[in-house]
């Protein structure tokens, strides 16, 4: 009885209830969140056919002379061959294999050179690649070029790795000899080689980046600004090259477009607040028509003209447009109003590197030689000894109005130094001027 009882019991009992955990209040997890593919614009242009050729591993070696498929007039330099230098650039007539870089404004030994980023590259390097150059075609055009992608710098350093490129284009739809300069950058994190003052690739003689027809001569070379400046250039430096754009809409490509034998675009960003911005390219200089003169001071004055020539507009030859869309060149072609030109910054200074006489004075024996011309004007002087004239205007604006500067020359031939269009060489500088610099 007591079992059936106890039977009655266990069937009557409720089951046990699971006894369920105690809520907790959530913990915060950090995880590490998976980004979206995103396509970011690079500059460098991946070109098959520059990966053809290569430079073997080495410090300061060249190519010898290089075939680039189509014709170059370079200030009257007349070619289709050029050299391939390990240091970031390339020269025509001969190699270089400097590796300190030096000032662009200068002769640089007489070679005319073309420089991406002339710094000490050094290829030697575990984990550096080496130089590749050869011909491909971008937009219909030929091209010549050369890729530094992911090199290191000297002593065999590869801590820090440089990429960039350096395309030259035919442009001979535009006439015979034409050709377009074209620098990308995707990654600038070393300036300098441990042979020209850097330490771990800062500092010291840091890269320069611009061209040179190798005469000195102005109007036939120019330096980026920021060449020569501890970190300008570096990734998130003041000027870094992958943040620049010179007639392009890529961050990282600057466009410089040769005519003529005369690079005609010259860089309009620079126009900025800089130092010494040498816009003689982009001047057009009139001498004066006439000159007042003093005898007995033996003083001639008279006004140079100086006219901001803006952005040269394209001829407008059938295509041309078309090819400088597909080419990313911005601002250049079509039209002939002032849309795209820029400005020069005041105050405007005129530098006169050399003043001489056509013949000698009066009365001077057979074989004296013309004597030198004194600016008696002169705002001051180089370091170099040269006279310059700076006129304090806020700007010149590109087409009109034109800036007029007068000038004074103690010259004892008493003869006219110049004529309307052609006379003694000058160099204008546009902004902020230092003497020193030069």
Known sequence: ??????????????????????????????????????????????????????????????????????????FGVSTNQVFVNNNGNITFNSALSQFTPTALNTDNGGIPIIAAYFADVDTRGTGSSLVTYGNDTLCGRNVFGADYINVGYFDSHVDKLNSFQLLLIDRSDTGAGNFDIEFNYDRIQWETGDASNGTNGLGGDSARVGYSNGTGTPGTFFELPGSGVNGAFLDGGPQALIRQTLLAATPGRLHFLVRNGQVVMAPQMMMGPTINADVTALTRVYYPLRYITDVNAQVERGNLTLFNNGLPQNPGMPGTGATDACLDITGASGGTGSSGATAFPGPITVVFPSLFSNVPPPGSPPGTPPPAIRLVNASGFTSSGHPFITVNVPALPPFSPVLRVQILLRNPSLDAPSTFFQGFPVQVFAGTFDPTRL
């Open 1 to 74: 009885m007591l079992s059936s009882w106890l039977d009655r019991f266990t069937k009557w009992k409720s089951p046990p209830v699971e006894r369920q955990p105690a809520p907790t209040r959530p913990r915060a997890r950090l995880e590490v969140e998976v980004l979206e593919d995103r396509l970011v614009p690079a500059a460098i242009r991946m070109l098959p056919g520059l990966t053809t050729n290569s430079i073997a591993a080495n410090d300061d070696s060249s190519t010898g002379m290089v075939n680039v498929g189509f014709n170059l007039n370079f």
